[in-house]
């Protein structure tokens, strides 16, 4: 069954509003997430690494007071698309490690389709 | 920075018969992992390699981390209409705590 839940699975709003997407870890608690964005026939590109306790780590490129990121608990990070605009329509995908034995491989949740009018 | 070359990016096979496709890359990697992404959801994680020549399989899946741990390929074998979608090959370079870098997909079409 799935280890990484996230929700929703699909969102349509205006321009200028702000979306929150979560993931949770459901069989462990996860210490580090990660936040995905893929967009239509392309592969994953990392944004962030979210870090329990701490401060997000962005990737080159990914403005932070835009794509807000919250990991208040070991089975729980949030990402907000703040000011959401057309351009930010896209997929993201969130995905989790279980800390737990060396070399564990990332799972990932199911997506969240966002389409911003 | 890194990349993963995954070929061939797309296939069109007649249910029955075996796939493979491979990635490579200029650096060693330590893991290599292999995904089937279906519309509208996540990577569903099929393999997971970390030693180099080691060889796993998941049902009619098999897989291999390359000896010079700088390719691995993954074999299909009888395939079926629900084979369908995109696979990538992902991978930690660095250290297993490092970023896990994507190929960019094989698209798997088969024909009844």
């Known amino acids: 069954g799935a280890v990484v839940s996230q929700h929703p699975s699909w969102v349509i709003c205006k321009s200028g509003t702000s979306v929150k997407i979560e993931c949770r870890s459901l069989d462990f608690q996860a210490t580090t997430m990660f936040w995905y964005r893929q967009f239509p026939k392309q592969s994953l590109m990392l944004m962030a690494t979210?870090?329990?306790?701490?401060?997000?780590?962005?990737e080159q490129g990914v403005e932070k007071d835009k794509f807000l990121i919250n990991h208040a608990s070991l089975t729980l990070s949030t990402l907000t698309v703040t000011s959401a605009h057309p351009e930010d329509s896209s997929f993201y995908i969130c995905?989790?490690?279980?800390?737990?034995?060396?070399?564990?491989?990332?799972?990932f949740g199911d997506g969240t389709r966002l389409s911003i009018l | 920075g890194q990349q993963l070359n995954q070929s061939p990016q797309s296939m069109f096979i007649q249910e029955g018969e075996d796939v493979s496709m491979n990635c490579t890359s200029s650096?060693?990697?330590?893991?290599w992992l292999w995904y089937k992404q279906e519309p509208g959801e996540g990577p569903v994680l099929l393999i997971a390699?970390?030693?180099?020549?080691e060889l796993t399989s998941n049902g009619r899946l098999t897989a291999q981390f390359g000896i010079t741990r700088k390719d691995s390929f993954l074999n299909i074998s009888a395939s079926i209409p629900s084979d369908v979608g995109i696979y990538f090959c992902a991978g930690h370079y660095g250290g297993s705590q490092g970023n896990l870098i994507f190929g960019k997909g094989t698209k798997l079409s088969v024909k009844p």
């Open positions: 650096s060693i990697f330590n893991t």
């Open positions: 995905s989790a490690r279980n800390p737990r034995g060396a070399g564990q491989p990332q799972h």
């Open positions: 979210s870090n329990e306790g701490s401060k997000a780590t962005y």
């Open positions: 390699l970390y030693k180099a020549g």
